[in-house]
């Protein structure tokens, strides 16, 4: 936290009371209301209805400066044709993935078809030198989906890369134990001493195995710290430091893989295998190290004014040279480093809440831990580096012509950029603020003023979360099908924390929203 109480945002105006909100009315199709209109929470914890307490937010130092041809909101919407969806794109990306590893099913083959079975031994070392060569393509897979390669961040989606990299983690754990079990359980049969002797004179005397033992070690101990369990009692920062001792990891099992791998006898397979692991290596330096730092060299980006939007929430402007060549687009994120004191060890993603200019970016950061806090703080003209930008969470997704957007919470940051930007005419785009009570409500005049701009459909619905069925939450899916009839004919966009998300996910999917439909960003890792 930064030291004493200096606030470095412009002095929040409070007024007290409540505003009145106008209601716009009107009629397409002579059904759906277009405008704006809040709704209050769901009975019995009603405390708003058509208006909504002002805080900080209605009356900011800053106010927003609307546009008046906000980028990419045109009236018409035409899919492109070449964007498909990203559950298309992951299924095509899985064949070459899969590809590589039958590539390496071969390599073995290669290296056994000739050899005659001649009991149990032969059978567990064989089984350790096929589990040993997928155990290192999938150490690579994994590495490589958290390379931060733009292309699979922008239309894959970091979520979906970080929930196949989840799967696929304990996969890798078991591959990798059992490669180590088998080989050394069919040498021990072969050379008939205990499984404890012949576990120590493979690491003492076989070249660099020792060193890979230390990074199965590793990598058991991050497997087991990235279990739902134990990260969810980790810090986040310790649990990404932890993550770190991957690269070592992979380093220290690759001298193993190519001294003693018999499957990798072959020159042109040693040269494959070791190609891979350069061009892994390098796309995570290039992605990870570099791209951000020339991000921040060539766009010079600092922070030009913080604007306090609620109690624990604000604004960050950042500034910065044609940031038009960054491509970013509304409903993405980007990590950010803040040089400042306190702040500048850690880069944490956020999402643009605005849609970006040639000029700025903004986002919006809500106070849930130690960064977050400080940056409540954070002082204009300070310096930072982006990385980014990530997130599939566009209008990429986009497979019909209505959209519904469902923002919980600080989740409606992106969903914000996204009503401002996504093309679209009267009545096309409806949004809908979940939010757990009005103190956490923000852009109430950027939403009214957008809606009303856009002829867009806004409601605020409030209320308690339900965590144990979506029929009692304020959203359910009555309540959804109210406000928006013609919600199963849309695609939906949903951001939020975690299990608030799951709960909307629940009552669109019993409105008759398919899956495929349904596009999420979790603010969560
Ligand atoms: C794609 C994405 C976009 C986001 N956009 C916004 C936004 O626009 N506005 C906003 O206020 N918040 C946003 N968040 C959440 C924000 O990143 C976390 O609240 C913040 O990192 C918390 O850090 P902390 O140290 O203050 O809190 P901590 O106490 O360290 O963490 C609080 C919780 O935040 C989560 N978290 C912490 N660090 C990270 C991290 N580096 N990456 C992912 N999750 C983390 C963890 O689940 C943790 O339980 C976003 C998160 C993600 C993944």
């Known amino acids: 936290m930064p030291s004493g109480r200096r606030v470095i945002v412009p002095p929040q105006t409070r007024s007290a009371g409540r505003i009145r909100f106008r209601r716009v009315w009107s009629s397409v199709s002579g059904q759906v209301p277009v405008g704006h209109a809040v709704i209050s929470p769901q009975p019995p914890n009603a405390r708003t209805r058509g208006s909504i307490p002002v805080h900080a937010s209605a009356a900011t130092t800053e106010p927003y400066a609307p546009r008046r041809r906000p980028v990419g909101a045109s009236p018409n919407w035409r899919r492109p044709l ?11 990306l899985a064949a070459p993935a899969v590809a590589g590893g039958v590539a390496v099913l071969w390599l073995w083959w290669l290296g056994t078809r000739g050899l005659a079975l001649r009991g149990l031994a032969d059978g567990l070392i064989i089984g350790g030198r096929i589990t040993g060569l997928l155990g290192g393509y999938l150490l690579l897979v994994e590495v490589a989906l958290m390379a931060r390669i733009p292309w699979l961040e922008r239309r894959i989606g970091s979520d979906w890369l970080v929930r196949v990299h989840r799967w696929l983690g304990t996969y890798l754990i078991t591959t990798l134990v059992a490669h ?19 576990a120590s004179t493979v690491m003492l005397t076989y070249p660099d195995v020792l060193m890979a033992t230390v990074a199965l070690a590793m990598l058991i101990a991050i497997g087991t710290l990235s279990a739902n369990a134990a990260r969810k009692r980790l810090r986040y920062e ?11 990891a992979v380093a220290l099992a690759f001298a193993h893989q190519i001294v003693i791998g018999t499957d990798l006898q072959y020159r042109a397979a040693r040269t494959a295998w070791s190609g891979a692991h350069v061009l892994v290596a390098a796309c995570v330096l290039w992605f990870r190290v570099w791209r951000p730092l020339r ?33 970013a687009e509304a409903g993405q994120f980007f990590r950010w480093r803040f040089l400042a004191r306190h702040v500048w060890v850690q ?6 809440s605005a849609a970006p200019t040639p000029r700025t970016m903004r986002i919006t950061v809500k106070a849930v831990g130690d960064h977050t806090r400080a940056l409540q703080y954070l002082r204009p003209g300070v310096r930072v580096i982006a990385e980014g930008p990530y997130g599939a969470l566009t209008g990429v997704q986009r497979t019909r012509r209505r959209v519904l957007l469902i923002g919980a919470g600080i989740g409606i940051t992106p969903l914000r950029a996204l009503l401002e930007a996504m093309p679209g005419g009267p009545g096309d785009i409806a949004l809908v603020f979940r939010g757990g009570s009005s103190e956490g409500v923000v852009f109430q005049r950027e939403l009214e003023e957008i809606a009303s701009r856009r002829q867009a459909i806004v409601h605020l619905v409030l209320g308690p979360r339900v965590t144990c069925c979506s029929r009692h939450d304020a959203l359910s899916a009555k309540r959804l099908r109210t406000l928006v009839p013609d919600v199963a004919r849309r695609d939906v966009y949903l951001c939020g924390p975690p299990g608030v998300l799951e709960a909307t ?3 669109l999917r019993d409105a008759g929203v398919p899956r495929r439909r349904i596009h999420i960003e979790r603010f969560d890792y």
């Open 82 to 92: 070449l964007r498909q969806p990203r559950y298309v794109l992951a299924a095509l």
């Open 180 to 198: 180590a079990a088998l080989l050394i359980g069919g040498l021990a049969l072969l050379d008939r001493v205990p499984v404890g002797v012949e």
């Open 238 to 248: 310790t649990w990404h430091f932890v993550h770190l001792y991957v690269y070592l």
């Open 295 to 327: 991000l921040s060299i060539r766009h010079r980006l600092r922070v030009q004014r913080v604007v306090r939007e609620a109690d624990d929430i604000v604004s960050i402007y950042v500034t910065g040279r044609r940031l038009e060549l960054l491509g």
């Open 347 to 352: 880069a944490h993603p956020f999402s643009l």
């Open 505 to 507: 996910r629940e009552a």
